[in-house]
């Protein structure tokens, strides 16, 4: 039965960035549970820990009692319903603990992060509205999904804008901030220079979007929560707004429960996503302040044009406001630092592999940077001999392991790393 059903995914399934007619190697998993996935591999059912918490999203592990007893207990009520003319009571749960959470009145719930960054720049497209106000402006590096609104402002040489040029629409992108918060010569330069981008092109910026302290899939690169700051300050001086894209780095990723925590300007508009539902159902959400919805409902179209045919799907919201409840009754203050010291001392060896130009850890992210791209199927396979799950990408070997990885399969990660960059 294995391998049939491999050979007809094979022969049928696309996977994510994947080739019909060369697909690369995946592996069967039957089933999972807390950070363990239990997978097939060559005839034998290995049991590998999770480190990449299947894309971000599963910080609690896997058949959570407490999320599986959510979904059940919703299924049993009713399984989804439309949005449109009809509400519930998952819905309007999270509604308010994403409101608590964020500190913006208005939410959109979307059914992928993509969509909800697609949302996102309709907000303040529709805010704009009447202002001339079309382009949108971020930072290189950047990562915001795969559809085309968020695609056109994903890092353009890392991106996907050649293969779809033409139809990508063309933003304004201003040079990759310095990593370092001390770095006083680079944030110097870099501040000038994204000033005068700001001059340049000033009337014509509907909003800045950018992911605050943290840049994921396109690069895994931190960068300063004053760079962050000095965008969002300048937008506000040119009458742009600021849409802040959370999907990676919200709930306790990079340490507190949201980036924005951590810096002096709020955005206008939030995005969150990934883990929102603990890695259960996909669920996304754009939040916004009074005065963007108040522009938004009163531009030509009188109200925010989107509505997806599974908006605010009750099982997902239940399991999202399940997810939320555990998170709250955890010491997340505590426990991403545990996970953060956990990664830094068990990668640091690996500073000194040949090839290795950076090792760097955020929360409960842990990064190591090579000179050259990485053979994706050898390293996964080298690293599932030792019993771990990696999915790098580019040039980059890193992990976002589940919150609940204890200091033990925090240690095998990071040797395994270690291993197999050395
Ligand atoms: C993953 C991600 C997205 C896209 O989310 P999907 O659910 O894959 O559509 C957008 N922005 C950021 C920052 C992400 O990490």
Known sequence: MGDELLSWDREHLWHPYSSA?????????????????RLKRGGERVEVIDAMSSWWAAIHGYAVPELDAAVRDQVGRMSHVMFGGLTHEPAVELGRRLVELSGLPHVFLADSGSVSVEVAMKMAWQAQAGTGRTRFLTIRGGYHG??????SVCDPDGGMHSMYAGIVPEHVFAPLPPTEPTDEEGFDAWATEVADLFEWHATGIAAVIVEPL???????????????????????EHGALVIHDEIATG?????TALAQDRLEERADIVCVGKALTGGYLTLAATLCTAEVAQRVSSSPAGAMMHGPTFMGNPLACAVANASLDLLAS??????IRRIESGLRRGLAPAAAA???????????????ELDS??????????ALDHGVWLRP????VYTMPPYVTTDDDLAAITATICEVVA
């Open 21 to 37: 007619t060369a697909p690369s190697l995946v592996h069967e998993v039957e089933s999972a549970s807390g950070v363990r996935l």
């Open 330 to 335: 955890y010491d997340n203050d505590t426990n």
């Open 393 to 396: 990408f580019r040039n980059l």
């Open 146 to 151: 795969d559809t085309f609104s968020p695609m």
């Open 251 to 255: 709930f306790w990723r990079t340490g």
């Open 214 to 236: 943290l840049q994921g899939a396109g690069g895994m690169r931190p960068w300063p929560a004053r760079c962050v700051d000095h965008l969002s300050r300048l937008a506000r």
């Open 354 to 368: 040949p090839g290795v130009v950076d090792v760097r850890t955020l929360g409960a992210v842990g990064v190591v």
């Open 373 to 382: 791209a990485v053979d994706v199927q050898k390293v996964t396979e080298r």
